[in-house]
């Protein structure tokens, strides 16, 4: 299974910005999918879920209400879209396919993710 990131970029506070992440060689519309975020020196932090049907998605508390995750099982794609981005947005942000379907609050958890794409930096000027 591979996984595809693609989309960031640099954009200056308060604009929009939507990552993609392209799945092959599995089964797409079976998997959890995550997004994750990373900075040197910080631990790697959960952006945002949503299960195989799309029905159910999760947030992190720092992106609640300003992104928003969503898939295209038709397409082998999960998207990422980022408002009102701000500074402490910049990271490498990686997305993630998982085979099982954790409960709501455990989406958060890398341990329920199997595969990991590249990371694609987004990077947000003041």
């Known amino acids: 299974v591979q996984l595809q990131a693609s989309g960031g970029g640099l954009v200056q506070a308060g604009d929009s910005l939507t990552l993609s992440c392209v799945v092959s060689?599995?089964?797409?519309?079976?998997?959890?999918m995550g997004w994750f975020r990373h900075n040197p020196g910080n631990d790697r932090e959960f952006v945002a879920g949503?299960?195989?049907?799309?029905?159910?998605?999760n947030y992190g508390s720092s992106v609640r209400g300003r992104f928003k995750i969503s898939r295209d099982n038709r397409k082998n794609t999960v998207y990422l879209q980022m408002n009102r981005l701000k500074p402490e947005d910049t990271a490498a942000y990686y997305c993630?396919?998982?085979?099982?379907?954790?409960?709501?609050?455990?989406?958060?958890?890398?341990?329920?993710?199997?595969?990991w794409g590249q990371g694609t930096q987004v990077t947000v000027s003041s």
């Open positions: 949503i299960r195989y049907t799309g029905g159910t998605t």
């Open positions: 993630a396919a998982g085979r099982g379907n954790p409960v709501m609050s455990a989406m958060n958890l890398e341990r329920f993710y199997d595969y």
């Open positions: 060689g599995g089964t797409f519309s079976t998997y959890l």
